[in-house]
């Protein structure tokens, strides 16, 4: 493969990669809003976070599964797309219960997502080089999972909470 498309890869692998672990976090500053706004108990509103946090993690290896079987290319577009409803849908959420729904489904797009980032890189990096490519993607994640709760705060601060889902169509 060329420089040209180990870049494209690594880029397209941290966008996907970067996107679901934000996703994970960035909420978290935006919960006592989100319940105040939507009139949730305190559980209910944990569950927004749990139910996404809990789905990826169990999905994972069985999305990585599909990767193998029918293509990391072809299952990080899917949970692209998937990602990017469901960040419109919660955005547009009228109740807890559907953001709760909604943030599971979120999670079901996030699992796709994660293992077909490292799948692509695999394609098309040599192996010698892989090392580093993933090296750069998982900086790339520790810097995301530590700018989500700002990245929330600044945007439920400014913009409400539905504002931190817009994250997932950027």
Excluded: E, K, N
């Amino acid at each position: 493969m060329t420089a040209r498309h180990r870049g494209l890869a690594l880029a397209a692998s941290i966008t996907g990669a970067v996107l679901v672990a934000v996703d994970g976090t960035v909420l978290t500053v935006a919960q006592p809003t989100l319940q105040r706004d939507l009139h949730a108990s305190l559980a209910a509103v944990q569950w927004t976070s749990s139910g996404y946090l809990v789905t990826v993690a169990a999905l994972l290896v069985f999305a990585g599964r599909l990767g193998d079987r029918y293509g990391h290319r072809r299952l990080f577009v899917a949970g692209v797309v998937c990602f990017a409803a469901t960040s419109a849908a919660i955005a547009l959420a009228p109740g807890i219960g559907w953001v709760i729904a909604l943030r599971v489904a979120q999670g079901l797009a996030g699992a796709l997502l994660q293992p077909a980032t490292i799948g692509m890189l695999r394609a098309v990096w040599p192996a010698d080089l892989l090392p580093r490519a993933i090296a750069v993607r998982t900086a790339a994640l520790g810097l995301a999972v530590a700018a989500g709760p700002l990245v929330g705060g600044a945007l439920t601060t400014h913009f409400g909470w539905r504002a931190v889902f817009l994250l997932g169509l950027l």
